[in-house]
């Protein structure tokens, strides 16, 4: 067979879609998921644009026009105990709340997939160890143990990241490997090892591709507890300090305000609420269009 | 395909002193967890020394019900579970001495039963079959023109299946991509375990018959597992029986079909249906279910089951026993002058 034929055999290939753009094209059909991923597009597009979406000076307070109620002019939230505009607040507080919500989520992913699957497809004595190991972790509720990681270190942003994504990676260690042990054992990862290929080239070409998703899924569903327990932190005072703009802080610092203004104070719950919402309904979405038998 | 691919190590005869693939001897015992511990003494005896020698371009039959050690014997062969005990030979090397694992995974390849599970939903035909040459040092270019060429050659057109994806394929396409992954090693023995048994009728003839082209135009050996006695007889050259990790017979398939020697095997070949009035069952069918192989019975495995059994089966283990039909052994006391069996032949020489 000549070069010139052989390239025009290759390219009369008929190719099937692959595996991940069918997975977008049933994502697209599916107007759950798509508003929630608007949404996440919405907050994270926010979040990096703040200063020029945001009307006023997140920073700037005033003794004398204290928690205004929503709909006052010039400042459509109203105002916090120390008469910052909420609106601004709450557009810049997106920044800390979606980086504590998503950091330790993609850290613990990655962390969490690799210690998972060297165990899953590893196996025996390696699998007890690092197992075992992880079980140690679960043995703390996982608000708990964010709140004494936090607290043994010390509060601010970069601690509270820090055992944010300590707690969260025995979970997605757990799932990585309970997918890795099932992929592990189907023909053809036999099969590839029958090939004499070594245990590195198996799992990149074969287990990878095969568990990566449903670990993913799992993965994204962290993100509205990681938020909320990083709401959680900022509101003990662990993560996020004064004045920073943060959901789960200015809810601390407002629940003073809750019988005067209810519905300014309100406010942060409701982001908190709505983002973690988005984010769960996009990995539901995720998860169905993901399932190839569907 | 080029003849380079083909047979690239075609033996110039220089084989013909002894069996391609030969086995001595070869155990394996799972261990079964049990007590607080978790150290169990308790140890299935899925494959107990077996042995048994393969000539270059036969194809030997394995048979044998559920759980008697086909699919652990075939895994075996190419190193997927360790054997406890017992040696493999490839073409007079030793595997663990002058062979190593990847030496002998490139010259035995197995087909497995279930086609879908046997692809990694996540590559293209191409991919699967170039997979195993680029692991082995082929540049990718080539081994995806290998995998067009194997691809036609088991009777499915490139340029339509070399994009697909294995849900895309029916059952039968998919077993053939799977021969055509094993075949592009060039190996010298393919296991097919079952590799047809969950096919439909029709196109596991076809299968079958490109089985059989394929061997004829590659010289191919083939080891043949299957519980379908019918299949194993239009596919084998020889026959081997298996009940609970041992061999009860081997033998040409003429000579066993026609002639067989182990009432075990006489069961089996009993409970095949037979389309000729005149050649209804005579022989007891078997009832129940094979022992446990964790417990095996004492003396020879099959006297829990069998219509001849005496004292002298369950306390002396019978050995293979050569049989009037050239290489034709049988494990059965019966057959054995003197064995103390009532049936056997009287006493031989002392």
Known sequence: ?294 | MSAAQGMSAAPGGSLAAGPLLSVHGLTKHFPIRSGLLGRGSVVVRAVDGISFDVTEGETLGIVGESGCGKSTTARLLVDLITPDSGEIRLANRRLGADMTVRDLRRDVQMVFQDSYASLNPRLTMEDAIAFGPMINGMAERQATNLAHDLLSRVGLEPRRFAGRYPHELSGGQRQRVNIARALAFSPKVVILDEAVSALDKSVEAQVLNLLSDLKSELGLTYIFISHDLNVVRYMSDRVMVMYLGEVAEIGPVDSLYSNPAHPYTRALLAAMPSMDPDRRTEEAPLSGDPPNPINPPSGCRFHTRCAHAAPVCSSAIPNLSRLRAERHLAGCHMLVPGSGHPEAAAEARP
């Open chain 1, 1 to 294: 067979m000549s070069a010139a034929a052989s390239i025009a055999a290759m390219a009369a290939i008929e190719k099937s879609p692959g595996y991940w753009s069918g997975v977008l094209t049933r994502l697209r059909r599916d107007p759950v998921a798509m508003v929630a991923l608007a949404v996440v597009l919405a907050l994270i597009l926010m979040a990096i644009f703040a200063p020029w979406v945001a009307p006023n000076d997140p920073y700037r307070s005033s003794m004398i026009r204290r928690l205004r109620p929503i709909g006052t002019p010039g400042f459509p939230l109203g105002t916090d105990e120390l008469g910052r505009d909420m609106l601004s607040r709450l557009i810049y507080g997106a920044r800390l709340s979606l980086l504590m919500g998503v950091m330790p989520v993609i850290i613990a992913f990655f962390v969490g997939s690799a210690i998972g699957i060297t165990a899953g497809f590893v196996g025996g004595r390696v699998n007890t160890v690092l197992m075992r190991t992880i079980d140690v972790f679960f043995a703390f509720p996982s608000v708990l143990l964010a709140i004494a990681l936090s607290g043994a270190l010390g509060a601010g942003i970069f601690n509270g990241l820090l055992s944010l994504t300590v707690v969260f990676i025995p979970p997605i260690a757990r799932i990585a490997e309970s997918v890795t042990t099932g992929v592990r054992k189907i023909e053809y990862v036999e099969a590839a090892r029958a090939s004499g290929a070594s245990g590195f080239t198996i799992v990149r070409v074969h287990v990878l591709g095969n568990v990566i998703g449903p670990i993913f899924v799992y993965a994204t569903s962290l993100i509205s507890v990681s938020l909320i327990l990083a709401s959680g932190l900022s509101f003990l005072g662990l993560g996020v300090k004064p004045p920073e703009p943060e959901w789960g802080l200015m809810l601390n610092t407002l629940r003073n305000a809750i019988y005067v203004q209810p519905w300014v104070a309100a406010l942060p719950g409701v982001m908190i609420f709505i983002t973690s919402v988005s984010f769960n309904l996009l990995s539901d979405g995720l998860r169905s269009a993901m399932d190839l038998k569907a």
